[in-house]
C-alpha cells in the first residue's frame, strides 16, 4: 500500500524536561497540513484508534500545532498527514530506521486516499483511517515489510475496499503479539535488540 521509505538511524531526538505523564500505550502527535474537516480528521483517527484497540493497543491522538507547546518526548510518534510528492507511490510513507527497527514517522497523503475513495467508491474516512493505521503499524512493528493479506499487506484494491471484509484491516494474530512485547519491552525509541521482531515468514497468514 505505501511506498516504505529507510534512512539511516535518527538522531536528535533529546528527552523533554518535565515532559507530561502519559498514559496511553502509544501516543501521536498528529500534524494535518492539508486541511481537513475536524470531522473527517477525527472520525479517521478514531476508527484508526479502533484497529489498534482490537490489538490492545491504546492510540492517543494529540493534536498539533494546537496542543503541542513543545517538542516530541522521546516516545512520541509522529503523524503527517500532506499531500503527495510528484514521486509518491502509494497512500502514505513511514520512516524506520534499519538498524534500531524502529520509527517515529509516518505520513499519510491525503490526496491519494481521496483518490482511491473515488475509485474505489469508498468513504475517504474507512481509507483515510486504515492508512493511518498502516503506516503507524509500520512503526510499531519496527518493520519495512508486508504482508499477503492483512492491514499490513502492500497492495490494496478497490475491490477489496468495496467487499470490506473485517480480516482485510486488522492486524495479525502474530502481529498482535509482537505490538503488545514491543510496547512491554520500552518506550519507542529503545525499541531495538532484544525486543521480538517481524519474520516475513510468520506474517504472511
Ligand atoms: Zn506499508
Not at 4 to 26: K, M, S
Not at 114 to 138: F, K, P, V
Request: glycine share 8%; aromatic share 4%; proline share 6%.
Amino acid at each position: 500500500m505505501a511506498l516504505v521509505v529507510t534512512l539511516a538511524p535518527l538522531a536528535g531526538w533529546a528527552p523533554v524536561a518535565g515532559a507530561a505523564i502519559i498514559l496511553n500505550d502509544v501516543v501521536v502527535r498528529v500534524y494535518d497540513n492539508t486541511g481537513l474537516p475536524s470531522l473527517v480528521r477525527r472520525t479517521s483517527l478514531t476508527r484508526a484508534a479502533e484497529i489498534f484497540a482490537r490489538a490492545e493497543v491504546e492510540i492517543g491522538w494529540v493534536h498539533c500545532p494546537a496542543r503541542c507547546g513543545r517538542a516530541p518526548s522521546p516516545d512520541q510518534l509522529i503523524l503527517r498527514m500532506t499531500r503527495s510528492p510528484a514521486t509518491a507511490m502509494g497512500l502514505g510513507s513511514s520512516m524506520i530506521d534499519p538498524v534500531l527497527q524502529a520509527g517515529r514517522l509516518a505520513t499519510v497523503y491525503v490526496d491519494q486516499v481521496d483518490a482511491m475513495a473515488r475509485r474505489s467508491n469508498t468513504d475517504r474516512e474507512a481509507i483515510l483511517s486504515r492508512a493511518i493505521a498502516h503506516e503507524i503499524g509500520h512503526l510499531l512493528l519496527g518493520t519495512a515489510e508486508h504482508t499477503r493479506s492483512g492491514l499490513m499487506r502492500g497492495i490494496w484494491t478497490a475491490e477489496e475496499l468495496r467487499r470490506n471484509h473485517v480480516e482485510d484491516w486488522q492486524f495479525s494474530p502474530f502481529q498482535r503479539t509482537v505490538l503488545r512485547a514491543r510496547l512491554a519491552a520500552g518506550n519507542p525509541a529503545r525499541w531495538n535488540a532484544g525486543v521480538p521482531k517481524v519474520s516475513p515468514g510468520r506474517t504472511g497468514s
